[in-house]
């Protein structure tokens, strides 16, 4: 048994239960510093007791438990009730907000009304997005207009923040079921706000983006790329975006769809978190 990969496997078992590591030990009796250890892969070999707590506690058979964690396994995911197996998530909207402050910060800089940056931006924006034109086109566009030298994916970066409890509960997500990012997106910005922390630190299934694979939400292009990805059928896909024609078309692939309203992000959270629960 792989010490690294059992911690891992109880650590995903654990918040796939809903359970802190305090909670679990109030639960089962262990030391918080022993369960600390064994998720962190430091202990070399768990007494047989302490596995058959913790399997006991999460709801599992300590066989269940040992099996996940042998090298050659992969830990199990779930099917929820509806038959979702793999997620897709939007990024901007529901995984991260408030880029719009972009634009009131340049304008601010430049001295240049925010509707005349947005004017230029959105004449750009949905080539850019598609990856049909540069980025540094529209740097070059909005410069000219504006009389100063532009990076727009720094105003982004700058502006861009994680959604309020996504982090945890893409935690939770990943734990259960395969889990994916599907964006419309300018180049260069998804790995940026993974190395800084504003999307969700977890193991990503697949990313899906409009840039890379010249194609928009809701065009039907996309979600093919990202069923195919996914490798299940598409009606065990669900997508959670802000946008309801982005919810329609994939809709119309035969996804699961439900809508996430980034600035009452609890409510959301919660909606999905019932209907994930598994069969």
Request: with cysteine; net charge negative.
């Amino acid at each position: 048994m792989d010490e690294k990969r059992l911690g891992t496997v109880v650590q995903q078992a654990r918040r796939a239960a809903g359970f802190t590591q305090q909670s679990l030990c109030n639960k089962s009796g262990l030391s918080y510093s022993t369960l600390a250890k064994i998720e962190r892969g430091a202990i070399k070999a768990p007494s047989v007791f302490t596995l058959q707590t913790i399997a006991r506690t999460l709801g599992l058979t300590i066989d269940e438990l040992v099996e996940a964690a042998s090298p050659n396994s992969e830990v199990r995911k779930k099917i929820s009730r509806n038959g979702v197996r793999f997620v897709y998530f939007d990024m901007n909207g529901c995984l991260v907000r408030s880029a719009s402050s972009a634009f009131g910060r340049l304008s601010e800089e430049s001295g240049a009304s925010q509707d005349t940056i947005e004017t230029v931006f959105w004449q750009f924006n949905e080539d850019v997005c598609r990856g049909v034109r540069s980025i540094d086109e529209l740097n070059t566009a909005l410069a000219e207009r504006l009389g100063v030298m532009v990076d727009w994916n720094r105003y982004y970066l700058e502006a861009v923040e994680a959604t309020p409890g996504m982090a945890e509960f893409m935690q939770w997500i990943s734990a259960n079921y395969r889990v994916g990012i599907l964006t419309n997106t300018m180049p260069n910005l998804v790995q940026p706000l993974l190395d800084a922390g504003i999307l969700p630190p977890i193991d990503y299934d697949a990313i899906v983006d409009s840039s890379l694979v010249h194609s928009l939400k809701p065009e039907s292009r996309i979600y093919e790329i990202a069923a195919e990805r996914a490798g299940v059928a598409p009606n065990e896909i669900l997508l959670v975006d802000d946008d309801r024609p982005n919810l329609a078309a994939a809709g119309k692939q035969g996804w699961h769809t439900m809508k996430f309203h980034a600035f009452q992000p609890e409510e959301s959270i919660a909606a999905i978190r019932d209907a994930l629960q598994p069969a």
